[in-house]
């Protein structure tokens, strides 16, 4: 049976996606801008669509509705032409460039300026409040397929949570923290307040006996981090469960 997903379930989960997606595109501008089209090398500045584009079709790769929205108006405040894209996966509005709005001279440490991760069931507020309307997939010469390869490659090679490396965080750039190995990872609460370390699901995992202390047999530490949360909650039931019925066979304290 599986369990049907709530909208809150929901809206994580493609809040994860959009992270993940912002995170690879951000990385990839730090690390091998040459490899990118030419209209993401300065991501997310100028890269609405082709960014909505990958976003869309990472979450069509998940089985998740998505289509790009896109506004055209005249900026009320300059006066100048404003076009804008995002992603619609109904009944949520998902945008990872919004940050390209934020004012001159802010999105600093201290004051982070717009979310560089925008998932929510209104449209993004720096789009005036204008309808959006449907738009097509950006143009693709190529390039986009290959970033779209990189992007998939990166996000199945995720270890699980718990078998993450934890990173010196190094540095803040474009709403997020650079890590000591290289890669980013978006943090919108960013205050004057620093993480020293941050788990990164970009590095390769970690074994779990670095993960636990071991103490003993190491391939049973292993075995045991595999389980689920679930499972191991069942089998230390049953081994107390097994305590409790034969009390003889407690162990002394040391
Ligand atoms: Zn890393």
Known sequence: MTIPETPADRKADLTR?????REALLHARLHHRDTLPANLQHFPHGA????????????????RPAEL???QTLD?????????TWVHSAPFHLDVTGDQFTPEGRGTRRQPGLTGVYVARLPPPWTQGFLPNATSDAPDDGGLQRAFERITAWLEAIPAPRFQARQ????????????????????PHKTGYQPRARPCHFCEAQAARRTYRATGDTAALDWFATLTDEARGTLIAD?????LSSPDEELAPS
């Open 17 to 21: 996606t959009a992270t993940l997606v």
């Open 48 to 63: 609405g669509e082709p960014a909505s584009t990958l976003l869309a079709w990472t979450l069509r790769a998940q089985d």
């Open 69 to 71: 929205v896109t506004v």
């Open 76 to 84: 009320s405040r300059t006066g100048q032409p404003f076009t804008h």
């Open 168 to 187: 010196k965080v190094v540095d803040y750039w474009q709403g997020a923290d650079v890590l000591a190995c290289g890669h980013v990872r978006h943090n």
């Open 239 to 243: 081994l107390h469960a097994q305590r």
